[in-house]
């Protein structure tokens, strides 16, 4: 009657908190699974008694079922983080908590908790993200540039194999802004980070520096050539009207070019001669 009443306990407690609770046997296939996993997670419990945990869910650079065994669990709350996929097929995340379940003649198996955090990271992925992207036009930002920069500096561009950092500045901009207001000045932004994203390769970068300026960092070139070509690209795209709000908005482009090794070897020197 104590055990009956204290799994009852334990039963009311399981769908009264926000978390799912599951347990295991030794070989970690799971034997019970609260009545909040399916609202969580959108998987039916009936579909995942008998199946193992690590097909359920995974943790970055450690194997569940090594965590779990780990020696000095008993008695210890140890959190891991791990990742899952809904029903749905949406990546979730959540933090999971284990203790053994010990009888008499040893281990029989594990229960555990998983509360969902995935709210919390897509925020602070989104944190992250921001403080790294300029909020306007989505592209990065001069965080996000410098560390961009330094990374492919570090990869030792040659003079045969150059890196090139364009600094372009619009112009004619401010006019805009005086003519046609704010909007339409953010508008002409966010289209002339389209054209640029498109002038160039998936690995190469455009950035907004802030205001009407961009960088530009072009790597692995194998012909100067190609710098004045793209240079005269971008000149002729940013010079083509920008349709606004029915308006034709027509500016222009100057860019200052400077090249890894021959003008510096390190953001800061290129940074200043461009």
Request: glycine content about 6%.
């Amino acid at each position: 009657l104590a055990l009956t009443a204290s799994e009852r306990r334990f039963r009311d407690v399981a769908e009264a908190t926000t978390d799912w609770i599951w347990e295991t046997d030794t070989e970690l296939r799971f034997t019970w699974l609260s009545e909040r996993f399916p609202g969580i997670t959108g998987h039916s419990i009936s579909a995942w008694i008998g199946r193992p945990l690590s097909e359920l869910m995974e943790a970055e650079n450690q194997s569940l079922a090594e965590w779990i065994t780990l020696p000095g669990q008993t008695g210890h709350r140890r959190l891991l983080h791990c990742r899952y996929l809904s029903a749905m097929g949406h990546q979730r995340y959540c933090h999971i908590a284990i203790k053994p379940v010990i009888a008499p003649e040893g281990i029989t198996g594990y229960r555990g908790t998983a509360t969902d955090v995935t709210l919390e990271v897509e925020a602070q992925a989104r944190v992250e993200y921001l403080s790294r992207h300029d909020d306007l036009t989505g592209l990065p930002n001069r965080v996000r540039m410098r560390e961009f920069l330094e990374g492919k500096l570090r990869a030792q561009p040659t003079q045969m194999h150059p890196l090139a950092m364009l600094s372009l500045d619009l112009d004619k901009f401010k006019p805009v802004n005086d003519l046609f207001g704010h909007s339409a000045g953010d508008s002409v932004l966010h289209e002339v980070s389209t054209r640029l994203r498109d002038c160039i390769r998936d690995y190469d970068l455009v950035a907004r520096q802030g205001g009407d300026e961009f960088i530009l960092i072009i790597s692995d070139i194998h012909d100067r050539k190609y710098v004045d070509t793209l240079c005269e690209r971008i000149i002729a795209e940013l010079t083509r009207p920008f349709l606004i709000n029915g308006n034709e908005i027509v500016i222009g482009a100057s860019i200052g070019v400077a090249i890894a090794p021959h003008d510096g070897v390190d953001a800061s020197e290129l940074l200043r001669f461009s």
